[in-house]
């Protein structure tokens, strides 16, 4: 370390530095008004095209609109804050317009469901049967239909959900050992296949086997039956990826107390996992509560109630929406919709009552 | 209530990979013995071996005899869980299961072993092991509280509390310190201290300085060439072994001229 206090340059030669070191670590900005600035005109500038030009309707304008402000903001901003940046500005417009798109769909499913399913939709729509009712007339609910879509969903899920996660677990903790690896590929490649199988086909196998096959009738047992076949390779992969993620240090720490694999499986493992395996489960339950097809092939169609689902034909939402929609009348249409809303309310109802056991039961924060 | 260990001639694999070659070694109740050398020699391993936590690697096996106060481990009737109740382990990193309170941390080996035990017995237990660990001051107002709340130090003495509360005959820690910060350390080091009044306690660690903190006796692991076994270099008493040790790699490890 010298003692000496350091030479100060001259006042005119540390200025000049200074801006020197300035202009390196600075550079040109926009104004923190610039994108809204740059969204406003290229509205303004979607309009007036609109109004001159061959751009037409509310979605085109919003089109040219999104184009234009990527051009305005990046060029602009090409200009001013240089290359880096108007890269950075355009790849976060194209981000969030992505977002949008694929959100705008959502939105619009939801804000249609609901606007046209209120208007058909009260407590004695939710308490009656469609008995006796003809299509033309207003009246009659989803009752028989709420019941039989709540039969078949619970059955499947009860036989589907265990199956699944027991599934995955014989993949992910008892697979490794060399002399199963053939068998986890086998089931491996085989619940891939599952999952590609279409909905009508499986209607079909189930129609076939269990109907014609071994003579028994059409009921809601035979649906439930469809929809577990359906619902079990999403548990499963869900489930798998579930349990992958869980840390080998719990499982060995487990190991190191003395506790048994399979209680180590049952207490630790599928407690820490529980979050993710309640939500992909709930996922398959919301897949398969809407499916049409199989249901057709397996249980038809009723306009009675029908609470044993081992006889019988049993309604469901699903055919009922789409049996609804077919009428074609104002009162059936209406009557389609409103179901839809029932539809949807189910399924949100039971995935965040899970979502809130979940939360209670699994890994504490 | 400690056990001594006794292993001799013992090869361990991983499948046709030879991992370490010809351990002998002999480990005395109530002492602490360090395994030190450097990463890739088997020294884990070799601990892994002792409590038969190799065997969760597919494909793991040993060939020779390890002897808990003359009973081999490996025996074929022997039970690997029975094993690990009384050969108890604590790992490198903390690792409170996330779904527990710190309570049932603490008595998870007990509940999940399977016993039937009372409310009050269970409470008995939670003090004591955490007593012992040196945590229950600071964690006895929020037994109720999640495990992996606690800081990384808190963390570990969690599992060695979670460790003594099955009250196992030997504790075996793999590398305890190395994801901790020098007062937790101290802390861990002060514990293992008072724990050889009660348990046999092997330890591997990187740290030279710790070995020669903690330890009674000292072992050496070192390759004997690169894709080769590990092998136990020499096995002395701590101060011997840091004055003056026999062989020349041990040399060159304690004085860092490794290599």
């Known amino acids: 370390m010298s003692t000496q206090p350091p030479v100060s340059p001259a006042p005119d030669e540390r200025v000049e530095s200074d801006r020197l070191l300035h202009d390196a670590l600075a550079g040109g900005k926009l104004p923190r008004w610039a994108a809204p600035a740059a969204g406003v005109a290229s509205l303004v500038l979607a309009f007036g095209l609109n109004v001159v030009t061959f751009v037409d309707g509310v979605a085109g304008t919003l089109v040219v609109a999104a184009l234009l402000f990527a051009t305005i903001q990046t060029g602009w901003s090409f200009a001013v804050e240089g290359r880096r940046h108007a890269v950075d500005r355009l790849a976060t417009t194209l981000v969030y317009t992505t977002f949008l798109v694929a959100l705008a769909p959502l939105v619009a499913i939801l804000l249609t469901v609901v606007v046209r399913g209120l208007k058909a939709l009260d407590l004695d729509f939710l308490l009656t049967s469609m008995r006796g009712v003809s299509p033309r007339a207003e009246g009659g609910g989803v009752y028989h239909a709420i019941i039989g879509t709540l039969e078949q969903v619970g059955i499947a899920a009860m036989i589907g959900i265990p199956l699944g996660i027991m599934t995955a677990i014989y993949l992910v903790e008892y697979a490794a050992q060399a002399r199963s690896r053939r068998l986890a590929r086998a089931v491996s490649f085989f619940v891939d296949v599952m999952t590609g199988v279409p909905s009508v086909v499986v209607g079909l196998f189930i129609y076939t086997a269990f109907v014609l096959t071994l003579g028994m009738e059409r009921s809601g047992f035979a649906a439930a039956l469809a929809l577990t076949i359906l619902m079990i390779p999403v548990v499963v992969r869900s489930t798998e990826e579930m349990l992958r993620i869980v840390p080998r240090d719990l499982r060995e720490a487990a190991y190191a107390l003395g506790i048994p694999k399979w209680r180590t499986i049952l207490k630790v493992v599928l407690p820490t996992a529980l979050g993710g395996i309640v939500t992909g489960a709930m996922l398959a339950v919301a897949r398969i509560a809407g499916e049409t097809a199989p249901l057709l092939l397996t249980t038809f169609m009723t306009t009675s109630i029908n609470w044993n689902p081992f006889a019988g034909p049993q309604a469901a939402l699903p055919t009922f929406i789409w049996d609804q929609f077919n009428s074609g009348t104002d009162a059936s249409q209406d009557r389609a919709w409103a179901a839809a809303l029932v539809l949807i309310t189910i399924v949100m109802v039971l995935y965040l009552t899970a979502k809130i056991i979940a939360r209670f039961t699994g890994v504490k924060r | 209530m400690a056990k001594r260990i006794d292993v001799a001639d013992l090869d361990i694999y991983y499948g046709a990979f030879k991992a370490v070659e010809d351990v002998s070694l002999s480990v005395e109740p109530r002492s602490v013995t360090a395994f030190i050398g450097p990463s890739g020699c088997g020294k884990s391993t070799v601990l892994r071996s002792l409590n038969r936590m190799h065997e969760v690697i597919p494909g793991a096996y040993v060939d020779g005899n390890v002897l808990l106060d003359g009973q081999d481990i490996y025996a074929s009737d022997v039970d690997p869980v029975n094993v690990r109740r009384t050969i108890g382990m604590v790992f490198q990193r903390p690792n409170p299961f996330p779904t527990m309170s710190i309570y049932e941390n603490v008595i998870a080996g007990l509940r999940l072993e399977g016993g039937k035990r009372r409310k009050g017995e269970m409470d008995d237990v939670v003090e004591k092991s955490l007593r012992g660990a040196n945590l229950w001051e600071e964690v ?52 293992i201290e008072e724990l050889k009044e009660r348990f046999t306690i092997v330890i591997v660690t990187h740290n030279m300085q710790q070995a020669a903190r903690v330890s009674d006796t000292t072992g050496f692991f070192n390759l004997s060439g690169v894709g080769k076994p590990g092998r136990l270099v020499e096995m002395a008493p701590t101060e011997t072994m840091f004055s003056t040790p026999t062989q020349q790699a041990t040399e060159d490890y304690i004085s860092g001229r490794f290599g």
């Open chain 2, 140 to 191: 006895k107002d929020r037994l109720s509280r999640p495990g992996s709340g606690l800081s990384g130090g808190q963390q570990q003495r969690l599992c060695i509390a979670r460790a003594i509360a099955v009250e196992p005959q030997v504790l075996l820690m793999d590398e305890p310190c190395s994801a901790l910060d020098p007062i937790s350390t101290l802390a861990i080091e002060d514990l």
